[in-house]
């Protein structure tokens, strides 16, 4: 890592490089090593170092963004050079650019030190605690562990200086019977000492060894559980089609229809919460504007969506806080997202179906209608039959057709216990009871 | 850099690593997009490294670094060493299957560099595809977009292969959004998802014509919204060459993959169905099917001179008149079976690893000419440009929606539209009720870029050669 002070250097070096132009820019450094396994055995095992810049020049109103992952100075004016050919060519932007505010915080050092220098063989001792715990019921393990440290800086010619690092730890891990029958847990933390891989690890053993012989069930309504993986995918597709501010001011989202209504019971909330512990936690987006607590369904209603940096500036809104990169200043997405836990435990959710459906993981999820949310995919790792509130029998897969907000009016329960899953991000989601959730058709496994 | 990869094999040789290989790559991007007539984002992207891979004692182990001094390289080389020799306590051993070394360079074979393109003429073209888009009323939203890749890669291994490629892309398209009250539809051009994509030059973009083609886009999206959906239940259809391209990727280009087949993709993209036992005894589809995995098809976007293991670029069958006859391998997967690779391991960049990959991936045309296929309909549907995609982690439970559906009736099609139209089914029973392809003509490779796979997650750029075919009695529409 190259410290703050580098930063500060680039900056000036930046400003020599790029005078006559105002600019904003998103620079960071990062290093994440990764061991996979697969049939009980290291297979891939990778450590990555790279940097990254991307600097968005503004001048009479035109924008352009350029990147680069060499910061020399011979580089910077070679960028430079491309920057002065490529705006010629640059029509004004049909409303007035500005660039963010000002803002002067102290370093945001958020990594755990631990994190900085982490050996492979690290990794590969946890690696030999989830074989055992597999072996223990004649299973197999697949799966990752990983470890990254990285440094984020946002920086303008308005004055703008945020300095940031961070450590994130994160795994998943798969276990297989002989017949194929298996089960999954993922996890995320800011240090591999903080990871839950081996409770997660003796759980996924449990329920990978139940997951056999597997019945047929025919398609039709089901009362279902959920689990956090599970819920987490419908939460992530929901950010994903109906959050993006851009979409919703254009008329091309569902939250035209939904945003404001009452989308759930009153015991759903759903939130971007960068003050959560349990995430990374990550302090300002892409352009630098502070990260806040952004309810997104609160008490059942739909109340927000996210408007990135560009957006807001054009439709005038104010921005979320929620910018994922310079390029794109129209893509907004919460990295923080937190599903809040109900009043009941996870086994009085579990007793209150008589007959239903446990759903450990979804598959390759689709929108198939973005204007009602409809999703489609596929069940795996652990189809259950939940008779009497105990997981009684393995089922084999099937597909689902179901819309988000169709979904949320058959919310009946959410488990006061939650889990911290990795996912596309990071994100903090308890089990879910559903009624009338479809199952449309059948596969062989 | 070509010198200082050579040192670092000797080194690593020296230190006792059965086998190395080193990659560095520049990468050059440019993307465009237009937005309404107004230019919404406009990048251009620089991007280099080098990649270490090195095995020891049936152990792998990989450093990538950006910092490219002779000292962080050697040290990224010392890492690499030092994790696969953590590995190699932890892996039963690594079989790798021969490979002779080449000493070569190639080129992708384009007319007109897209980076010497005035950038106006580029955005100039696009604002007036969207501006033509929009002049549809219902139409919100006008999206135009190019991008544009230049790759230079040398590959040095400790055999003695010393390769240099340059890989050009380019890729263009345009949508429309057109929305009511209640509704908003879609339709994109050539290609859903960003467009379409080859390994060509600027030429590549002119012959798509999307000024030319952007009125009918906003005025079948305005359409839509008027359309209704289909009544679900068993049809015959017909689906286009780019929707075929999909249905070829995720039912018969990722369950080849023999990496999939050996459990290495459980944790994250699943397995497949296609296990060894089925090897040239499956009868996957019907007699008319034949699908190829080749990398040699000038200007597909999954064809290059050598993959990322040093292995040259072929052809070889993956279903052979409807019988399953072969993988996508690399050199560890191949020697498994105790073959050698079929050039199928592809990295994204430095930063990664070479993993199967798919090339282009290709059903081969068949004799008939799209109206023959809609002929041989009493009463069913043309299928036409992926809207969305979803298959079951073993590759046989698919359900995919497209932008649109023609309706066909009499053997001709009617002019009537539907929206949201989806259908689905299991892989060899859709494949073995194939009765038509369409011929030569019609065949064209679909560039798709965004092939997610890996952990890290890597995205690939893939081609697959297809042109319409016909299936009988396949389930279209579930009702909701």
Redesign the interface.
Known sequence: MRGEQFYRGLMRIMNDAFAGYEFLASVSDKKRDLTRFANSEIHQNVSIEGSGLSIMLVKNNKLLVLKSNDFSQAALKSLRERADEMIGHVPELPYKFKMPPLRMTFPFEKADPSMKEVSPSKRAQMFDMVKSKAEEKNLKAFGYIANDFEEDVVMSTSGLFLYATYSAADYNVVMMNDSGGSSYASGFAKSLEELDINEKSSEVAKLASMNIPRAEIEPGEYTVVLGPEAVATMFLYFAYSALNGMAYEMKTSSAVKYLGKKVGPEFLNFSDDPKDERLMGIEFDAVGEERKTLPIIENGEFKSVLYAYGTALRFGKDPTGNTVSLENMDMAFPLNPVVKGGEVSKQDLFNSVNEGIYIHRFHYVNVVDHSELVLTGMTRDGLFLIENGRITKALRNMRFNVSFYDLMRKLKGLSKEQEVISSSVPMVVPYAVFEGFKFTSKTDH | MRDLLKDVMEYLKSKGADYADARYEEHRLE?I?VENA????????????VGIRVLYKG?????????LGKDRVMKAAD??L???K??S????GTEFAAEEPHKDEFRSPFEKDPFEV???EK?DLLKEATSSMMKKSDV??AVGNMDFRKITKVFVNTEGSDIEQLILISGAGIVA?A?SE???Q?RSYPSSFGGDYATRGWEFVEQMDLIGNSERVAEEASALLKAEEIEPGEYDIVIDGQQMALQVHESCGHPTELDRV???????A??S?LQPDKLNKLRYGSDVVSITADATIPGGLGSFGYDDEGVKAQKSFLVKDGMFVGYLMDRQTAAKLGMRSNGAARAQSW???P?IRMTNINLLPGGYTLDDLVSGIDYGFLLSMN????????R??F?F?TEIAYEIKGGKLTGRIFK?P?Y?G?TTEFWNSCDGIADQSSWHVWGLPNCGKG??MQVMYVGHGTSPARFRNV?VG???
């Open positions: 993307n997009t107004n230019l919404k984002s406009l990048s251009y992207d620089f991007d280099r490294g152990g792998w182990g990989f450093a990538a670094t950006d910092k890492l690499a030092e994790i696969a953590e590995s306590s932890r892996s039963k005035p950038l106006g955005i919100r939203r959004y929305a209640n509704d908003f879609v050996f459990g290495y993709e459980i944790s994250f699943g397995g169905f930063r990664n690893i993993i809207k969305s995609w979803s298959i079951d982690d073993m046989v439970n359900q929606a949201n989806v689905y299991r952990q890290p389930k579930v009702a909701r």
